[in-house]
């Protein structure tokens, strides 16, 4: 979607802490339209898992790997916001274990759902995206080098511990109290296309709510990590805009276009744009069918139109160790973010942008824009 967009910087909705989640009324009051109602709520970020190194962390954080303080308070947040949907986009856990050790990937997975059980019971529905932490194992070659590649063995993992919730439509109508619409498990890239070797199902899958169209990527499937699945998201969202999708929203875990907040010391290729030619293939599906994308990997805030004309949301900054060190020039550059998509009866679309530092200060709107109709 083309945008049309307006910067509200850094105001402050609430006084949240981690005890308590109390914007809502504030939110809503600054988001909702006069002139038209808001039909469906969907909220998005990534990346939450942490590092035993990492600062700030308990002791528990330190066993389980993930920084339960962040995405929690961002979770209570989200449901003081209304959301229909909490799309997770990847890195939910920190993986990479020796020789895809499933019981030690299990543990894991189960303690980050039991953070999300609670979405469930407030009427948000939580749907997950596959990130490199998923998917991956990585080794040294013969040279000495990390490799990171993606494994069937993990695929698997990651479906017996997803599957259950991708996607479950008797429960989806029970929490969200609509339909889902446009749902096919066998809708996902094939075997043989984009060099993918393995079976992509509950990987790469899409939906429809609402009038609007989601459509979630795996961004390391076997055989072409760091790729999207291009021609299946050409077909994918050809289909649905032949039923009449008017909103196409792309998730994926790899951003395509790095944010590069230290020029000194920008990230290393290793998202999308590990394969340019593949990335601006892929970006030109998005920009031809007036998509917007979210991602993470980065573990950072940045929201940019790297062509002009569509969006790349990066929200890769629930809770993972920042990726611009301190001090920074752009305060967002290290606070826990998420990003809040409003549809309105009318057809307009609104993207709200909330975070807050380091320090779990005051929550913040720091970014807000309208993607056109």
């Excluded at 035993?52 to 002791?59: M, R």
Aim: hydrophobic residues 35%.
């Amino acid at each position: 979607m083309v945008a049309l967009c307006s910067v509200i910087g850094l105001t402050s909705i609430s006084n949240a802490v981690p005890q308590k989640a109390d914007a809502s009324s504030i939110q809503e009051h600054q988001d909702d339209k006069k002139d038209s109602k808001v039909v469906l709520t969907f909220s998005t970020v990534g990346d939450s898992r942490a590092d035993a190194t990492q600062p700030g962390l308990t002791n528990q954080d330190k066993i389980w790997l993930q920084n339960t303080k962040a995405i929690t308070r961002i979770s209570r947040e989200v449901q003081a916001q209304k959301a229909n949907l909490f799309i997770f986009n990847g890195d939910m856990i920190m993986g990479y274990s020796p020789n895809s050790d499933q019981n030690l990937l299990n543990r894991q997975y189960a303690y980050w759902r039991g953070l999300m059980a609670n979405m469930f019971e407030t009427g948000t529905y939580v749907v997950p995206v596959p990130g490199n932490h998923e998917v991956q194992d990585k080794y040294k070659d013969a040279n000495g080098k990390t490799v990171k590649i993606a494994t069937q063995a993990n695929e698997n993992t990651w479906r017996s511990n997803m599957g259950d919730i991708i996607m479950d439509t008797e429960r989806f109508k029970q929490i969200v109290g609509a339909d889902i619409q446009g749902w096919n498990p066998d809708n996902h890239p094939q075997i043989g296309t984009n060099n993918i070797v393995t079976d992509q199902k509950q990987l790469s899958y899409s939906f429809d709510l609402k009038g609007s169209h989601f459509v979630i990527i795996n961004t390391d499937p076997v055989g072409n990590d760091s790729h999207a699945p291009i021609e299946w998201l050409k077909s994918d969202i050809a289909n649905a805009k032949k039923n009449g999708a008017k909103h196409i929203f792309v998730f994926g875990h790899k951003d395509a276009f790095p944010y590069v907040a230290e020029p000194a010391n920008p990230p290393s290729a290793d998202g999308l744009d590990a394969d340019p030619k593949s990335r601006d293939e892929f970006w030109q599906v998005i920009e031809d069918n007036d998509a917007t994308y979210f991602c993470g990997h980065e573990h950072v805030f940045n929201v940019s139109q790297p062509h002009g004309k569509a969006y790349q949301v990066l929200v890769g900054s629930g809770g993972s160790p920042f990726e611009v060190n301190a001090p920074v020039q752009n305060p967002t550059d290290r606070m826990y973010a998420w990003a809040t998509v409003k549809v309105y009866a009318n057809g307009d679309v609104r993207v709200n942008c909330y975070g807050f530092d380091e320090n779990y200060g005051k929550t913040k709107l720091i970014k807000s824009f309208e993607l056109a109709k």
